[in-house]
Nanobody, 126 residues
């Protein structure tokens, strides 16, 4: 069965950096696009960044320019590097497997575009 396990969350000071990782198993990793979504306290889950099987990426406007999503198909891992973090980045971050594999379209940030996700990792920016 599909397993997605996030790591790397914790507390970070505003202006600092964080790196999240996700280990995937139970399916052919490079057959699907992958994404990071996050759910701030009391809010809906929202898309952060997505990477397709060919490496194409899209980012939410809120993180564009200070975040990098990457995947290592040899190691079945997904990563998110975020710099210059802000208090608004406080959220639970989820690694999610997309239902699509090709270049992401405008619907990539919808939760309906994903069929599996991990337990989440908490990021708190103070």
């Amino acid at each position: 069965h599909v397993q997605l396990v996030e790591s790397g969350g914790g507390s970070v000071q505003a202006g600092g950096s964080l790196r999240l990782s996700c280990a995937a198993s139970g399916y052919t990793f490079n057959s699907r696009s992958m994404a990071w979504l996050r759910q701030p306290p009391g809010k809906e889950r929202e898309g952060v960044a997505v990477v397709s099987t060919d490496g194409s990426t899209l980012y939410a406007d809120s993180v564009k320019g200070r975040s990098t999503i990457s995947r290592n198909n040899a190691k079945n891992t997904l990563s998110l590097q975020m710099n210059s973090v802000k208090s608004e980045d406080t959220a639970t971050y989820y690694c999610e497997r997309a239902v699509f594999s090709g270049r992401p379209n405008s619907g990539w940030s919808s939760t309906g575009a994903y069929d599996n996700w991990g337990q989440g990792t908490q990021v708190t920016v103070s």
